[in-house]
């Protein structure tokens, strides 16, 4: 549901007349406004974003570990409307057992290196993502190195050239 402090905004209030029940929640702050969706239904609303609201870049994607609260992990995107220069960012909030969203890269292709970084430094898993594998840590590490229960000092890792 949309908080009342964001109904008489155009983005949020066009997303709630689209679909009422995508929106779990939100703020606006420091002149950026955050809203909450339901992690089934990601897809759905970046497309209806870029399509009808105009936008038409994802500047980044990235993820939060709140580590030991639930839902643990927040998957956050950022958009911008060129056109408009406005900036929207889009939260979802993912359980610690198995982290896993829809992979928005039929959207915006540009989410392909953005989501397989989160997926290698957080381990959630992107669904049909073209090409889900590390990017920064060798295929044989073992763990993400940004969860917040990750050691302190890392796994013992053997390097081949040693």
């Known amino acids: 549901m949309l908080p009342d402090n964001l109904k008489d905004m155009a983005v949020p209030a066009a997303i709630e007349a689209w679909d009422s029940a995508v929106v779990t929640g939100g703020s606006h702050e420091f002149g950026e406004t ?7 239904r990601i897809v759905a609303v970046c497309q209806y974003l870029k399509t009808q609201l105009k936008f038409e870049r994802l500047s980044g994607v990235t993820c939060i570990d709140r580590f030991p609260a639930e839902p643990r992990y927040e998957v956050l995107y950022l958009l911008h409307s060129i056109a408009r220069n406005e900036r929207l960012k889009l939260k979802v909030a993912l359980g610690s057992d198995a982290p896993q969203v829809e992979s928005v890269t039929a959207v ?10 989160v997926f290698d430094l957080f381990g959630v898993k992107f669904h049909n993502h073209p090409n889900l594998k590390r990017l920064m840590m060798p295929e044989d590490w073992e763990g993400h190195p940004l969860r917040k229960d990750f ?12």
């Open 108 to 117: 915006w292709v540009g989410a392909d290196w953005y989501e397989r970084e």
């Open 34 to 40: 955050l809203l909450f969706v339901q992690p089934e």
């Open 151 to 162: 050691p302190v000092h890392g796994h013992k890792y053997s390097y081949q050239n040693d």
